[in-house]
């Protein structure tokens, strides 16, 4: 079905894994293609209630993008590889109505950091390393990498990280507040799946309006206190705040539809 990803659902959670590993899982256009495809059946497959991004082997996540395609790109050429890959995957993945984690296995640069923080929130393995190194081929992040590493670790630091191209470890990362958690490479797959566990046995509808806010938030959007203010609303309209509010009073575990 996929090139490059091998794909897997477990009670819920597709996993996605990039299978380049040979080429350190490098972005080319067949992994652009193939993640938009994988992107569709999360966001259309009633089966798939979360999702997982991370890398084939134990030394990256991506590290980077595949720079040969780079080659004789002038400035339209650029602009539309930059706009076609945030509007079919990152875009994609930052808008989706379903939570996605980033398993980050080792180095995740240029568009493999991008990649990362694209989704939801991030898990690292202690051997990670993030990096935004374009300046050193005379370009800057296209796939979002100035917005939200601004929107992550602030204006100063990614500043830094992006004009210098220092890799960033996994401990100062998380300190940064870029990843949520680090943990050995062994324990990466089973927390990430361990918190979307937790994540399923909350209201759909009002997850998906958590995650529609916080980027409003994220991207300073001015309307956004009142979008909270109409998304509260029409949580009161769903079967699923009926059913929230009622195991509430009656002091039983709710069961969400997503409706």
């Known amino acids: 079905m996929y090139k490059t990803l091998l794909t897997e659902t477990d009670r819920g959670t597709l996993v996605i894994t990039i299978n380049r590993p040979d080429k350190m899982n490098a972005l080319n256009k067949d992994v652009i293609e193939d993640l938009g495809k994988a992107l569709d059946d999360v966001y259309h497959n009633n089966e798939i209630k979360t999702a997982i991004i991370t890398g084939a082997g134990e030394k990256a996540f991506v590290a980077g993008a595949d720079i040969s ?57 202690a051997n990670a390393k993030f990096g935004q190194p374009e300046v050193n081929l005379g370009l800057i992040p296209g796939y979002g990498g100035t917005q939200r590493l601004t929107q992550l670790v602030g204006k100063g630091k990614a500043m830094e990280l992006m004009m210098t191209a220092d890799m960033t470890g996994a401990e100062e990362a998380k300190s940064l507040g870029l990843v949520n958690y680090v943990v050995s490479l062994e324990e990466l797959l089973p927390k990430a799946k361990d918190i979307l566990q937790k994540i399923h046995t909350k209201a759909p509808l009002a997850i998906e309006s958590i995650i529609a806010c916080v980027n409003d938030a994220a991207r300073c959007n001015p309307e956004g206190f009142d979008n909270e203010v109409e998304r509260f609303g029409v949580c009161f309209t769903t079967e699923d705040m009926k059913e929230g509010t009622g195991a509430f009073l009656e002091k039983r575990k709710p069961s969400f539809k997503g409706k």
């Open 69 to 125: 395609e780079f080659v004789g790109l002038g400035k339209e050429g650029g602009s539309e590889l930059a706009r076609m890959g945030q509007a079919n995957v990152f875009n994609k993945i930052e808008n989706c109505p379903k939570p996605i984690i980033a398993a980050v296995n080792g180095f995740a640069l240029g568009g493999g950091c991008e990649l990362a923080m694209a989704c939801h929130f991030r898990i690292a393995s």
